[in-house]
């Protein structure tokens, strides 16, 4: 049965009987195939990845999706239909036709993550593992900050690193200093539900110059690891962090905990891309330990 014939049966369940399906390749995936499905007057955003390559990578992102989705703090794409078939694995969204990203747009973004990041419960992590981008990230339950991020981040990390000569035993032994003092940057807040991996490429603006979160890698953490992605790759406008700071203020040392944030981020595209990342991380170990 052909990929087209399968999106045909799920739209037709969803939506009744359907015309003229297109499916028409579009930019923005990284590791995904992406497309603009449309169909009787109607148009969605389709993803297509392997099932066995990246096992439950739909399922989950779609899960990331509707938690978010759930706090009503700030718009996601709506979820369509996520399946598995063949080989495939489909996730079918929402067509989010883009806006204007003005000074309201970057406001009302800070003040709407800052409302997300006030959604807590009681431990760090998930009840289910997820990636990051293509790479598997594990969600283990932590009562503490640090021990969540050195177990469940930086350790796996540097692991896969190392087994690739990405790291080296100066490199380890610098990750094992910072580790031992991550107490003293990092108050215990409670923690936030965060997007994840929250860089430029990961919002949207929609036509009412609304932020809309795609790509998620959820789970409960410290609130420093989606603002300091955020200024990585790019970074956003100043009235985004100045909102933030107003509806949620930072502690004074929030640069240092942005920094050591990074390292997560940084590690991987070291993992994926190569020794590029290498020198950004250097630095930040030299700075911290």
Same mark, same amino acid.
């Not at 910072?178 to 107490?183: A, D, Y």
């Given at each position: 049965m052909s990929l087209q014939i399968i999106l045909q049966e799920s739209l037709v369940?969803? *939506? #009744?009987?359907?015309?003229?399906?297109?499916?028409?390749?579009?930019g923005g995936g990284s590791i995904n195939d992406t497309y603009?499905?449309?169909?009787? !007057?109607?148009?969605?955003?389709?993803?297509?990845n392997s099932a066995t390559k990246f096992p439950h990578l739909f399922s989950r992102e779609k899960s990331g999706l509707d938690l978010?989705?759930?706090?009503?703090?700030?718009?996601?794409? #709506?979820?369509?239909?996520?399946?598995?078939?063949?080989?495939?694995q489909v996730l079918l969204l929402e067509w989010i036709q883009e806006g204007e990203q003005n000074e309201r747009f970057w406001k009302l973004f800070g003040e709407q993550l800052a409302a997300l990041h006030r959604v807590t419960r009681g431990s760090y992590g998930l009840e289910a593992d997820n990636y990051m981008g293509s790479v598997p990230q594990s969600n283990a339950k932590h009562e503490s900050w640090t021990a969540f991020y050195v177990e469940e981040r930086l350790m796996p990390?540097?692991?896969?690193?190392?087994?690739?000569?990405?790291?080296? =035993?100066?490199?380890?032994l610098q990750f094992e200093a910072?580790?031992?003092?991550? !107490?003293n940057f990092f108050e215990e807040e409670r923690p936030s539900l965060l997007h994840g991996d929250l860089w430029s490429g990961n *919002?949207?603006?929609?036509? =009412?110059?609304?932020?809309?979160?795609?790509? %998620?890698?959820?789970? *409960?953490?410290?609130? =420093?690891?989606?603002?300091?992605?955020?200024?990585?790759?790019?970074?956003f406008r100043q009235p985004f962090y100045e909102a933030y700071q107003y509806h949620f203020p930072l502690p004074a040392n929030y640069r240092e905990q942005w920094a050591i944030c990074n390292?997560?981020?940084?590690?991987?595209?070291?993992?994926? *891309?190569?020794?590029?990342?290498? %020198?950004?991380i250097e630095r930040t170990l030299e700075q911290f330990t």
């Open positions: 369940k969803r *939506f #009744g009987t359907i015309t003229d399906l297109r499916l028409q390749r579009v603009r499905l449309s169909f009787s !007057g109607k148009t969605l955003f389709c993803k297509i978010i989705a759930q706090q009503n703090k700030i718009k996601t794409p #709506g979820v369509i239909d996520c399946l598995q078939t063949e080989g495939h990390m540097t692991k896969r690193c190392a087994s690739k000569n990405q790291l080296h =035993s100066q490199h380890l910072l580790q031992k003092k991550l !107490g *919002f949207l603006c929609n036509q =009412s110059s609304e932020p809309v979160l795609i790509d %998620p890698a959820v789970y *409960f953490g410290h609130r =420093s690891v989606d603002l300091a992605i955020t200024t990585l790759f790019g970074g390292l997560y981020p940084l590690l991987i595209h070291l993992y994926l *891309f190569g020794a590029g990342y290498l %020198p950004q």
